[in-house]
């Protein structure tokens, strides 16, 4: 079969254009399948590894059908919602909408949290076509009338699993029910645990299920290993592995805001830099962290997983998870900010005593064994073989101080974009979670809280 052109998928040739310019030479499988679906007005869910071009996959077809409905561009109407989990995503889909859309001379504004909303309002006033936004100052201005979702002919959920998990459930359903009914909506992301699925069911009407490969894959280029280690040892090993001249452009992944700022500091009293990213930080500090790591000027950015979705950084060579998730979705992510685009990466995950069930989860999820890497001097061979013994069906750790399985961080960890709403805003969204049990467990494991992840 020979591959399709982005002019072949029945786009308007300024839009093929602009996605050449933009590099998008040949379409990606998601975007082969996903723009002539999203051309003919169907509702999608789009599963798509992570680096695969999902952000196209429903940018140009949303440019497209704006550009044929020919309607006005009113103030404080927007055309299209998209929404994503965090400023930072927000910040980055609205510029790649841009690509596209100024040559359309459509309009686009990007709203979030962390910033004076008097710009963002002020954009709003003056009309726009597409709007990108965080749940949370999106309800804010919503609240406020500074505009209404009433001619949204388009809505997006990127990172839509996330969207519709316990920190933004509700607010994403009552942004749906301003959106009018006939809208067509498009619901994207690398991974849709059964539990959400059926909610993001009920957000679509008559959806395709467009689904390159299953989900929760991570993308095969990634190199993953995994290095059994105490958790006191920890920062020790990372600023061994970073000294390694093979490690370039590095991500660290830690748990807790706290964890980074102190791993952080750890590297530098190693000689290595490396900023920090999380959600106590402000957004300038927020914003300084990541335009140093994409520009190269940083090679070593250590991130909450405020960082794991969506993040695009040209040439990620490695992802290290100094702590594993608990939520195995979080560790497909993660490790996808490397080998995006067809590029290769290595994603190495440090194990404790404590984690090896987490290991053991994210394996069955992803349907991949992770290879062991025990050549550093800070291999723990007990921790190995409590896995074996796990993994056989005691569910115990031996050598975990005595705590059974289910340990300390089951409810509280995993909180870095959660559990981080922003001046108070928080919420606790138990009673969306109601709905099934599958959801309760999943508010166990990812705390459940913030309204936008700050
Ligand atoms: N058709 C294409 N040809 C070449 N490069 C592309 C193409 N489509 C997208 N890209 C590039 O691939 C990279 C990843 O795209 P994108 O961020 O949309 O991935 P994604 O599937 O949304 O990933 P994630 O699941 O992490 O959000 C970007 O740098 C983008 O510019
Ligand atoms: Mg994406």
Do not use: W
Not at 249 to 265: E, L, S, Y
């Amino acid at each position: 079969m020979t591959q399709p052109t982005f002019a072949d998928l029945g786009l308007a040739d300024i839009l093929v254009r602009a996605a050449e310019k933009a590099g998008y030479e040949t379409p990606t499988p998601i975007q082969a399948d996903g723009i002539p679906a999203a051309l003919s007005g169907r509702d999608l869910l789009g599963i798509a590894q992570t680096g695969t071009g999902k952000t196209g996959a429903f940018a140009l077809p949303m440019l497209h059908r704006l550009s044929l409905s020919g309607t006005d561009r009113l103030p404080g109407k927007p055309r299209a919602l998209i929404l994503a989990p965090t400023r930072e995503l927000a910040i980055q889909v609205a510029q790649t909408v841009n690509v596209f859309a100024r040559p359309m001379n459509m309009r686009y504004a990007v709203i979030h949290g962390g910033v004076s909303q008097h710009p963002q309002v002020a954009s709003l006033r003056r009309g726009v076509d597409v709007l990108v936004a965080t749940p949370g100052r999106l309800m804010d201005l919503l609240e406020q009338r500074v505009l209404t979702l009433d001619r949204v002919e388009t809505f997006v959920l990127d990172e839509a699993d996330r969207m519709l998990d316990l920190g933004f459930v509700k607010d994403i359903q009552k942004i749906a029910k301003l959106v009018p009914e006939t809208r067509h909506t498009m619901l994207f992301s690398a991974t849709m645990p059964r539990e959400i699925a059926g909610l993001a069911g009920s957000m679509l009407r008559d959806p395709q299920r467009i689904e390159v490969t299953p989900t929760s894959t991570p993308v095969e280029r990634i190199d993953q290993s995994v290095l059994f280690v105490e958790k006191g040892r920890k920062r020790a090993l990372l600023a061994h592995l970073l000294k390694q001249p093979e490690l370039g452009h590095t991500i660290v992944f830690a748990r807790t805001k706290h964890g980074v700022d102190r791993i952080v500091q750890h590297l530098q009293k190693s000689d290595i830099q490396a900023a920090g990213l999380h959600g106590d930080k402000s957004q300038g500090a927020r914003r300084v962290a990541l335009d140093s790591f994409k520009s190269g000027r940083l090679s070593v950015l250590v991130a909450t997983d405020i960082a794991a979705r969506g993040i695009d950084v040209d040439g990620i060579s490695h992802v290290i998870n100094l702590d594993l998730p608990n939520v195995p979705e979080t560790y497909v992510h993660r490790i996808g900010r490397t080998a995006r685009a067809g590029r290769s990466g290595a994603a190495i995950s440090f194990c404790d005593f404590e984690e090896v069930e987490y290991l053991v989860d994210i394996e069955a999820t992803t349907r991949q064994d992770i290879k062991i890497d025990a050549e550093h001097p800070f291999h723990n061979a007990e921790i190995a073989t409590s896995k074996v013994t796990y993994r056989k069906g005691g569910g115990g750790r031996p050598k975990s101080g005595g705590q059974k399985s289910g340990g300390q961080n089951r409810g509280g960890q995993n909180r870095g974009p959660q559990g981080q709403g922003q001046g108070g805003r928080g919420r606790n969204e138990g009673s969306a979670a109601n709905a099934n049990a599958g959801m309760q467990k999943r508010r166990r494991r990812s705390g459940g809280g913030g309204r936008e992840a700050a």
